[in-house]
């Protein structure tokens, strides 16, 4: 029987911003993705000037989602949402096919002030956390929900995959500041990384995973337990080994860390995908969107002679003049 040989080689040295990385680990039937984000993270963070824990929570929600998008296999949406009621209300986060990332934040800016090294527990509070995948507009939109119960993205996610996919899977996100010397002082630039890893094993059965709580047992209920794959318990603590810093630094390459961590099982990485900053706005979809209103609500928008309108995700100020904004019904009237 001839036996399939893959070409191996030494991991790439030259580390690589704003990329996402497919892998498998076919003894441990595990796959994966690897996210390294530098410019397009900092590119959209420095857009506004949000508290530094706001902007950490953020880039969190942004890697969450590139992880999440760069998966889907035809060309459409992905959107990360939270509405909660902690200091940081809203999170947005859009993913475009092929790679075209935008995002903002909605938060109370006293209550944030007022928190000592909050956590993403502390920022979020409680409420729910959606993923919207949109396939365009002559297919159905697919949302799935969970709950946000003052824990991270991380658990959020973890219990997303849990509830609504039944995939075991494992997510790591790292993001912080880069301080550099510069002529004119230190320059601090956001950098942001993750991991994603799923158990897919090729029987059903080795995916298995425990019923989850119905809420309405009868006290002393037992829980269903069901005893973890040995390969999925240790993919789990491979990744359990990763450090924040080896998300984020730019000296190390993606491919060496995927090989730090499975070597010893052989990892296969596959075509690599870049991803951008890139907001769907223009002065042209902004002036459509005005025209669209009545003419009695355009008059309230008037401030100065102008209407004045800002984008939410990438804080692009657009000016017009009243006389050049008009509707179909204005001329229907005329």
């Known amino acids: 029987m001839s036996q399939i040989n893959i070409p191996s080689r030494e991991p790439g040295q030259i580390p690589l911003d704003d990329v996402v990385v497919p892998f498998e680990v076919a003894a441990l039937d595990v796959r ?20 530094t824990a706001v902007s950490r929570l953020l880039g969190e929600a942004i890697v969450l ?10 060309e459409g949406r992905f959107i990360l949402q939270t509405q909660t ?49 949109d396939q365009g507009a002559d297919m159905n939109r697919y ?3 969970v709950a946000l119960d003052g824990g991270t993205l991380e658990e959020a996610a973890h219990e997303y995959f849990l509830r609504s996919e039944q995939i075991p899977t494992r997510v790591r996100l790292a993001v912080a500041e880069e301080y550099s010397a510069a002529a004119g ?30 809420g309405d047992a009868p006290e002393g209920t037992a829980p269903h337990l069901v005893p973890q794959d040995d390969a999925w318990v240790e993919g789990q603590a491979l990744v ?11 000296a190390l390459s993606t491919e060496r860390l995927l090989f730090r961590l499975f070597h010893e099982h052989g990892v296969r990485v596959f ?18 969107i005005l025209k669209s209103f009545p003419a ?9 002679g102008r209407i004045a309108v800002t984008c939410e995700f990438c804080n692009t100020r657009y000016l017009f003049d009243p006389e050049t904004v008009v509707g179909p019904e204005d001329g229907a009237e005329g």
């Open 65 to 74: 989602t590139v992880l999440l998008g760069s998966s889907l296999k035809f």
């Open 85 to 133: 009621d902690g200091p940081v209300r809203m999170l947005v986060v859009d993913w475009r096919s092929p790679g075209q990332v935008r995002a903002y934040a909605q938060f109370d800016a006293a209550a944030v002030a007022a928190l000592t090294a909050p956590t993403d527990g502390d920022l979020l509070g409680h409420g729910h956390l959606a993923m919207t995948i």
């Open 296 to 304: 009695e609500e355009r008059a309230e928008m008037v401030e100065d």
């Open 32 to 51: 994966g993705r690897a996210v390294r984000l530098g410019p397009m993270v900092d590119e959209i963070l420095s857009r506004h000037a949000y508290p």
């Open 185 to 214: 002082g230190a320059q601090r630039k956001w950098r942001a990384g993750g991991l994603m890893l799923q158990f897919l094993p090729k029987s059903s059965d080795r995916m298995r995973v425990a019923d989850l709580d119905p």
């Open 143 to 145: 949302q799935g929900l």
């Open 271 to 288: 075509r690599s995908a870049e991803v951008e900053a890139k907001c769907s706005c223009s002065r042209e979809r902004v002036e459509g």
């Open 240 to 250: 359990e080994t990763i450090e924040d810093v080896e998300l984020l630094d730019p």
